[in-house]
């Protein structure tokens, strides 16, 4: 379907210098044998609307049984967003869910109050020569639904609603734009979108969302005489009517944003929550490893192993 609204007339045909607001560059990080890039939380911002961790996973190569074995390990206080251009991943956690994702697909794990997964290759893709690619994200809830129930839902590429225009697709993940809704269950007013540009094409930013931000994950975006390259990440101004154009040999972005929300998030290891006091909740039930009356299970099928806090991560403060 076509942009709804449309590409006006009027619509403003680049970013001015003075649009962007902050422009991030991800550090790399080791998860395991497997470097990421981290665009957020970031020095210059912890979050865009509600995302508080982007993540950008390869592209990488694997030869045969190689794979990625991220362990069983537990999640307080956000939803995780799993999306690929690349591969396949194998998910299990404690709600029973067993769910492979392929590219285009979405895997929304509603963490709330706990949850325990992990995500690793399967053994039928390690068995031949793959890649990977993709990218995962954490939203952090709204404060009054932190402690919320948790929820998984899986949604194929067909059921996410795509919209083009003059060189530009996009698929709209989670939330609302372009007078579009994605089918996933969201906490909070949101928008992320996987976007393809063809070399020179033009694509607008909702307009009716109070933080917006895009991450370049292949080509590049040129405006104001200046080209921003793959593996950054740029946060706009609020309230600007904005388009960005796509450089000699097109881009592929992904844009997000949403609602802020009420304040900054306290950020350990994987728990995210408006309260200190919540976070070291979580760290001592994780620590106690009680998986038949703690707060935490083990997923069915992925429970021979777990990631454990080590001293370092121990003694690692928690972060605002």
């Keep these: 379907m076509s942009w709804n609204p449309t590409l006006a007339p009027d619509c403003p045909d680049h970013v001015s210098a003075d649009a962007i607001e902050t422009l991030i560059i991800p550090r790399a990080r080791d998860i395991g044998g497997f470097e990421v890039r981290r665009a957020l939380p970031s020095p210059k911002r912890q979050m865009v609307g509600p995302f508080i961790f982007f993540d950008q996973m390869g592209p990488a190569e694997f030869i045969t049984d190689g794979g990625i074995d991220v362990r069983p390990h537990p999640h307080i206080g956000l939803g995780t967003v799993t999306y690929l251009y690349q591969g ?11 769910q492979m994702i ?5 895997n929304w794990m509603l963490a709330g109050r706990g949850v325990t997964h992990s995500e690793r290759t399967s053994a039928e893709t390690r068995a031949t020569r793959h890649k990977l690619f993709g990218i995962q994200t954490w939203v952090a809830l709204p404060e009054d ?7 998984f839902e899986h949604h194929k590429a067909g059921a996410l609603p795509d919209l083009s225009e003059g060189g530009a697709q996009a698929r709209l993940i989670l939330g609302t734009a372009w007078g579009e809704r994605s089918p996933v269950t969201m906490q909070s ?9 063809a070399p020179g094409a033009q694509f607008p930013l ?7 931000g895009i991450y370049v994950t292949q080509g590049s975006i040129e405006n104001a005489g200046q080209s921003f390259e793959a593996g950054q990440m ?4 609020p309230g600007d009517r904005l388009s960005v154009r796509a450089g000699s040999q097109g881009a592929r ?3 997000l944003g949403g609602e802020t ?10 728990f995210v929550s408006s309260s200190p006091d919540r976070i070291e909740e979580a760290k001592e039930a994780w620590k106690a490893a009680d998986w038949e009356k703690g707060p935490f299970h083990l997923p069915p099928g992925d429970a021979e192993e777990f990631i454990p806090i080590s001293p370092e991560l121990d003694r690692l403060k928690i972060k605002r």
Excluded: C, K, Q
């Excluded at 909702?206 to 917006?212: I, M, S, Y």
């Excluded at 929300?261 to 994987?270: A, I, K, M, Q």
């Design 206 to 212: 909702p307009d009716d969302h109070e933080d917006r």
């Design 102 to 106: 392929y590219p285009g697909e979405v």
């Design 189 to 197: 007013e949101i928008f992320y979108a996987d976007v393809t540009l």
């Design 261 to 270: 929300l009420n304040g900054p998030r306290y950020v350990w290891w994987n």
């Design 145 to 151: 639904r932190e402690d919320i129930a948790p929820d």
């Design 88 to 98: 396949e991943f194998e998910h299990r956690d404690s709600l029973g869910t067993h």
């Design 234 to 237: 740029m946060v706009f101004r």
């Design 253 to 255: 972005l992904m844009a």
